[in-house]
């Protein structure tokens, strides 16, 4: 505490007392400022002279003063300072004094509280952005605070000296009179909106908030200015108005679209007599109907991609699944037909058994994980995995059978199943089957479902959809693999569909080649934590095929008892493999307790999810999680990422940081695309997600305009449409491939037909076409096609810059249900992963480490995969094979392609955050 100001009276000044209490400081007790202070009571001193607790003391006795008395400034329980008086005489304690003093005190401290209240609010009042006024009840402001003179530009005197509502506009003073009307009535506070005049004759929307204090006849009220909102808001209507014309213009289309699919099913009952007038009927049918659903869905896309209300992101969310639903009704129509027309040819590929499956389920398990399904598959150890077939046909089998099971299962589980009926030379036969916990199908009613056009419930108030060809297609495709399909099913307590292919097994490499182990999993003890009995099953077995030994919980309660008992007697699990939802204790609350108990610390924990949960990565490291998979899990992911994280040292090491975002913003080349197209509405679609990739488009309306543009000016790519007036595709294509066997050059050309039929890719290709694209047009297909055609090539005022791997983030949404945070999110963690993943491919490559090299290899496969981009998967796929092999020769060479290529999709990826 220090002296502030001091008085005196009389003529006589005590400078030497003054400049030292001036210069004093007093703690708490010290001296009669301190003292006062510490017990917060008056003090009385007879003698200043003779007092110990009193510095100042000499001072005081020189300057001829001895009594002395002090007194706290209270406010409340604070104390706000001291006041001291001091007396030549000495004089005994007068306690009516002190009292008195000690009022005068409070009184101060009273002032002074609302001295400081009233400065504090009068700096508020000046300081505050939004306009605060005081009014009168005869209609004029009394008081105002600067934000007006900076909103409206009139200042105080002008604004006090006028009614205040001449400021108000014509439209808005009879409510703003009622408003003011109800506040004199007693209401506590109300708001209301009007706009006001400003001194350049501009109007201000302003918010208000008011009440009123009657007795005083004064109203208290605070304005903010919203004018841009409400211009905002203007606009947003206007943009409304707009989008509802849209909407309307793609409902006719729709509308029209259903007319043709009408019109489909009558052509195709007369098409029936004859094969060949029925593919020729199936071409032009595939055209006609493709063509307009080609230009609804794209346009549906684009419209979802710009401002929208939720009412119209509504209106064209269900436009664009009534598209895709008939999108497949004609697929399954078009299917349908050519299986009876003995048109559909199955293919003969080498391809992995496990690989297909296992990606087959995941396409479905975001489905299965909304309905919180437990989506599994158990494919049997002895069932071979090198084969040779048609991998397209048997995953539209799965889809069709999996997601029909998904579609009438509301709670429980939907597990496929894959094991070996015989084996013969070069072939095996296999039996698939898909069960459910769903409604099942009454027994005279299981006799009609593979029927064409049939369905288990035919009400006009059926719950469930659908065409009823899926499962008479699936039984089509089935016979073709030499196989038949059939039913086991009890209403109420789920169904199991049955079917066999017979498929070819690889001549070489037909045994599967083991993933390298750079730490030996044999007799390694693992914990396996699910509430799924079935899961438990499948795991437990896959890990004793690796020579594991595993064990079960069906809890987390159960789980921390085994791993009690285990750490007592000295034999602890290494692994711990936990599902994230279970009942009670979930897998997050279990992997926290494991990491929480020092005798458990160093097992490795992997939680098992739905793709839903993956991006949760915060979560996954506040629980002492080590890595997460998502559900139905891939065998060959599961291994590797057992083998990965076991062979790591026991301290865990820090993740790599991600890139920086502003390299990740750089945009792609833009090109110059010449677009033959007739239809307006597909020359629009086309031309607006070209242009959004940065490309520059000149439309030609057909072939003989587009020879001509070719002729004028140079293009690096040409998507062409195959049917055109005057002169289609085909002819086009051949037209320019003769020109350029005298020039030498080489434009891309990429067909896009409406045409589905298996004998147009043959045509298109050998017209001189390099890709082929059906309508409607996918996309990530269609950027992934140019890609890949003008990589090697630079475009014209641009050369030796190439494009960056297209990343479409529409054909990315389905894969985690519409979710555009959780892609982002996704995304996020793929550029933070990257740069280490490439760091152990690295040191794997110059430590010559071929197992290490095949597990860093495979799991950067795994993450560039999710994002569907071909050339940095196929780079990393290379070195996984040359790991796989042993053979690291080429490896410094793969790796700069790889680095290469990571590079630019980091670039591309780094544009969906």
Not at 138 to 141: A, I, V
């Given at each position: 505490?220090?002296?502030?100001?001091t008085?005196?009276?009389?003529?006589?000044?005590?400078?030497?007392?003054?400049?030292?209490?001036?210069?004093?400081?007093?703690?708490?007790?010290?001296?009669?400022?301190?003292?006062?202070?510490?017990t917060a009571?008056?003090?009385?001193?007879?003698?200043v002279?003779?007092?110990a607790?009193?510095?100042?003391?000499?001072?005081?006795?020189?300057?001829?003063?001895?009594?002395?008395?002090?007194?706290?400034i209270?406010?409340?329980?604070e104390?706000?300072?001291?006041?001291?008086?001091?007396?030549?005489?000495?004089?005994?304690?007068?306690?009516?004094?002190?009292?008195?003093?000690?009022?005068?005190?409070?009184?101060?401290?009273?002032?002074i509280?609302?001295?400081?209240?009233?400065e504090?609010?009068?700096?508020?009042?000046a300081l505050?952005?939004?306009?605060l006024?005081?009014?009168?009840f005869?209609?004029?402001?009394v008081?105002?605070?600067p934000?007006?003179?900076?909103?409206?530009?009139?200042s105080?005197?002008?604004l006090?000296?006028?009614?205040?509502?001449?400021?108000?506009?014509p439209e808005?003073?009879e409510a703003?009179?009622?408003?003011?009307?109800?506040?004199?009535?007693?209401?506590?506070?109300i708001?209301?909106?009007?706009?006001y005049?400003?001194?350049?004759?501009?109007?201000?929307?302003?918010?208000?908030?008011?009440?009123?204090?009657?007795?005083?006849?004064?109203?208290?009220?605070?304005a903010?200015?919203?004018?841009?909102?409400?211009?905002?808001?203007?606009?947003?209507?206007?943009?409304?108005?707009?989008?509802?014309?849209?909407?309307?213009?793609?409902?006719?289309?729709?509308?029209?679209?259903?007319?043709?699919v009408k019109?489909?099913?009558?052509?195709?009952?007369?098409?029936?007599g004859?094969?060949a007038?029925k593919?020729?009927?199936?071409?032009?049918m595939?055209h006609?109907i493709?063509?307009?659903?080609?230009?609804?869905?794209?346009m549906?896309?684009?419209?979802?991609?710009?401002?929208?209300t939720?009412?119209?992101?509504?209106?064209?969310?269900?436009?664009?699944?009534s598209?895709?639903?008939?999108?497949t009704?004609?697929?399954?129509?078009?299917?349908f037909?050519?299986?009876?027309?003995?048109?559909?040819?199955?293919?003969?590929?080498?391809?992995?058994?496990?690989?297909?499956?296992e990606?087959?389920?995941?396409?479905?398990?975001?489905?299965?994980?909304?309905?919180q399904?437990?989506?599994?598959c158990?494919?049997?150890?002895?069932?071979?995995?090198?084969?040779?077939g048609?991998?397209?046909?048997?995953?539209?089998?799965?889809?069709?059978?999996?997601?029909?099971?998904?579609?009438?299962t509301?709670q429980?589980?939907?597990?496929?199943?894959?094991?070996?009926?015989?084996?013969?030379?070069?072939?095996?036969?296999?039996?698939?089957?898909?069960?459910?916990?769903?409604?099942?199908?009454?027994p005279?009613?299981?006799?009609?479902?593979f029927?064409?056009?049939?369905?288990?419930?035919t009400?006009?108030?059926?719950?469930?959809?659908?065409?009823?060809?899926?499962?008479?297609?699936c039984c089509?495709?089935?016979?073709?693999?030499?196989?038949?399909?059939?039913?086991?099913?009890?209403?109420?307590?789920?169904?199991?569909?049955?079917?066999?292919?017979?498929?070819?097994?690889q001549?070489?490499?037909?045994?599967?080649?083991?993933?390298?182990?750079?730490?030996?999993?044999r007799?390694?003890?693992v914990?396996?934590?699910?509430?799924?009995a079935?899961?438990?099953r499948?795991?437990?077995?896959?890990?004793?095929?690796?020579?594991?030994?595993?064990?079960t919980?069906?809890?987390?309660?159960?789980?921390l008892?085994?791993?009690?008992?285990?750490a007592?007697t000295?034999?602890?699990?290494?692994?711990?493999?936990?599902?994230a939802?279970?009942?009670e204790?979930?897998?997050?609350?279990l992997?926290?307790?494991?990491?929480q108990?020092s005798?458990?610390?160093?097992?490795t924990?992997?939680?098992?999810?739905?793709?839903?949960?993956?991006?949760?990565?915060?979560?996954?490291?506040?629980?002492g999680?080590?890595?997460?998979?998502?559900?139905?899990v891939?065998?060959?992911d599961l291994?590797?990422?057992?083998?990965?994280?076991?062979?790591?040292?026991?301290?865990?090491?820090?993740?790599?940081?991600?890139?920086?975002?502003?390299?990740?913003?750089?945009?792609?080349?833009?090109?110059?695309?010449?677009?033959?197209?007739?239809?307006?509405?597909?020359q629009?679609?086309?031309?607006?997600?070209?242009?959004?990739?940065?490309?520059?488009?000149?439309?030609?309306?057909?072939?003989?305009?587009?020879l001509?543009?070719?002729a004028?000016?140079?293009?690096?790519?040409?998507l062409?449409?195959?049917?055109m007036?005057?002169?289609?595709?085909?002819?086009?294509a051949?037209?320019i491939?003769?020109?350029?066997?005298?020039?030498?050059?080489?434009?891309?050309?990429?067909?896009?037909?409406?045409?589905?039929?298996?004998?147009d890719r043959?045509?298109?290709?050998?017209?001189?076409?390099?890709?082929?694209?059906?309508?409607?047009i996918?996309?990530?297909?269609l950027?992934?096609?140019?890609?890949?055609?003008?990589a090697?090539?630079?475009?014209?005022?641009?050369?030796g810059?190439?494009?960056?791997?297209?990343?479409?983030?529409?054909?990315?949404?389905?894969?985690?249900g519409?979710d555009?945070?959780?892609?982002?999110?996704?995304?996020?963690?793929?550029?933070?992963?990257a740069?280490?993943?490439?760091?152990?491919?690295?040191?794997?490559?110059?430590?010559?480490?071929?197992?290490?090299l095949?597990?860093?290899?495979?799991?950067?496969k795994?993450s560039v995969?999710?994002f569907?981009?071909?050339?940095?998967?196929?780079?990393?796929?290379?070195?996984?094979d040359?790991?796989?092999?042993?053979?690291?020769?080429?490896?410094?060479?793969?790796?700069?392609?790889?680095?290469?290529?990571?590079?630019?999709?980091?670039?591309?990826?780094?544009?969906?955050?």
């Open positions: 505490m220090r002296c502030v100001e008085w005196h009276s009389g003529g006589r000044r005590f400078e030497e007392f003054e400049t030292a209490s001036r210069g004093s400081t007093f703690p708490p007790g010290v001296g009669l400022p301190g003292r006062v202070w510490a009571e008056p003090a009385w001193i007879s003698d002279a003779g007092d607790n009193f510095p100042r003391g000499p001072i005081a006795a020189r300057e001829g003063l001895h009594g002395a008395i002090g007194f706290p209270r406010h409340g329980q104390i706000l300072g001291v006041m001291e008086f001091f007396s030549r005489e000495i004089r005994p304690p007068d306690e009516d004094l002190l009292l008195m003093l000690a009022s005068a005190g409070s009184q101060i401290g009273v002032f509280g609302r001295r400081r209240a009233q504090e609010l009068d700096c508020f009042f505050s952005l939004d306009l006024c005081i009014a009168n005869e209609g004029y402001f008081r105002l605070n934000a007006w003179e900076r909103v409206l530009g009139y105080q005197e002008q006090l000296s006028a009614p205040y509502i001449e400021f108000v506009h808005d003073r703003t009179i009622a408003e003011a009307a109800k506040l004199m009535t007693g209401i506590d506070t708001s209301f909106e009007n706009r005049r400003c001194k350049d004759g501009s109007y201000r929307w302003l918010l208000w908030t008011t009440t009123a204090v009657v007795g005083q006849r004064l109203m208290y009220a605070a903010r200015d919203i004018t841009f909102r409400k211009q905002a808001e203007e606009e947003l209507r206007r943009y409304a108005r707009g989008m509802e014309s849209a909407k309307q213009e793609l409902e006719e289309n729709a509308a029209r679209l259903g007319q043709l019109e489909l099913e009558i052509a195709k009952r007369r098409a029936e004859a094969t007038a593919a020729e009927f199936l071409a032009n595939s006609e493709r063509t307009p659903l080609h230009a609804v869905i794209g549906t896309e684009l419209a979802m991609e710009t401002r929208l939720p009412e119209q992101r509504d209106y064209l969310r269900t436009i664009k699944d598209a895709d639903s008939l999108l009704l004609v697929n399954d129509i078009l299917d037909s050519k299986i009876e027309a003995r048109k559909l040819d199955l293919d003969r590929i080498e391809f992995n058994l496990r690989d297909t499956i990606d087959t389920l995941r396409v479905l398990a975001q489905r299965a994980h909304q309905k399904l437990e989506l599994a158990h494919v049997r150890p002895d069932v071979p995995d090198a084969l040779v048609d991998p397209g046909r048997l995953r539209q089998v799965v889809i069709n059978l999996v997601g029909n099971a998904i579609k009438f509301e429980g589980e939907v597990v496929l199943g894959v094991e070996l009926e015989d084996r013969a030379d070069g072939d095996v036969r296999l039996r698939f089957s898909v069960a459910d916990t769903g409604i099942g199908i009454p005279e009613k299981q006799g009609l479902i029927e064409a056009f049939s369905q288990a419930d009400s006009t108030t059926r719950k469930y959809g659908g065409s009823g060809l899926g499962l008479a297609i089509q495709l089935v016979e073709l693999m030499g196989g038949k399909i059939w039913l086991e099913s009890s209403v109420g307590k789920g169904s199991t569909f049955h079917f066999t292919a017979r498929l070819g097994l001549k070489t490499g037909s045994k599967k080649i083991a993933p390298t182990q750079p730490v030996n999993l007799g390694l003890p914990l396996i934590v699910d509430d799924s079935t899961n438990r499948i795991l437990e077995e896959t890990l004793r095929n690796w020579r594991m030994k595993p064990a919980a069906e809890s987390g309660a159960a789980a008892r085994a791993l009690d008992r285990a007592k000295g034999r602890l699990f290494r692994l711990v493999l936990i599902d939802l279970m009942p204790m979930d897998g997050f609350t992997a926290k307790r494991i990491s108990d005798r458990l610390a160093k097992a924990v992997i939680m098992l999810t739905s793709a839903a949960q993956t991006a949760r990565r915060a979560r996954y490291r506040k629980s999680i080590d890595a997460c998979l998502t559900k139905p891939k065998q060959s291994l590797d990422t057992i083998v990965t994280y076991l062979s790591r040292p026991a301290t865990r090491r820090e993740r790599p940081r991600g890139v920086r975002r502003t390299a990740a913003r750089e945009k792609t080349r833009g090109l110059r695309i010449l677009l033959a197209e007739d239809i307006p509405a597909n629009k679609l086309a031309t607006r997600l070209l242009e959004k990739r940065g490309h520059t488009v000149v439309v030609a309306a057909n072939g003989r305009e587009a001509g543009a070719l004028k000016h140079p293009f690096d790519l040409v062409m449409d195959v049917q007036p005057e002169m289609d595709g085909l002819t086009a051949a037209a491939r003769k020109k350029e066997k005298t020039t030498g050059a080489h434009i891309p050309l990429v067909a896009m037909t409406a045409h589905a039929a298996k004998g043959a045509r298109c290709l050998a017209a001189g076409m390099d890709a082929y694209i059906s309508k409607p996918q996309t990530q297909k950027f992934e096609t140019i890609e890949s055609l003008t090697a090539a630079p475009g014209p005022g641009e050369r810059e190439a494009p960056l791997p297209v990343i479409d983030e529409a054909a990315l949404l389905p894969g985690v519409g555009r945070k959780l892609l982002r999110e996704l995304a996020e963690l793929f550029l933070e992963d740069p280490g993943v490439l760091s152990r491919i690295k040191r794997a490559l110059s430590r010559r480490d071929a197992r290490e095949t597990a860093a290899a495979h799991a950067l795994g995969g999710m569907s981009t071909k050339s940095a998967f196929e780079a990393a796929r290379a070195l996984e040359m790991g796989k092999r042993g053979n690291l020769a080429e490896g410094k060479k793969a790796y700069e392609v790889l680095e290469r290529e990571m590079a630019q999709l980091v670039k591309a990826i780094g544009a969906l955050r």
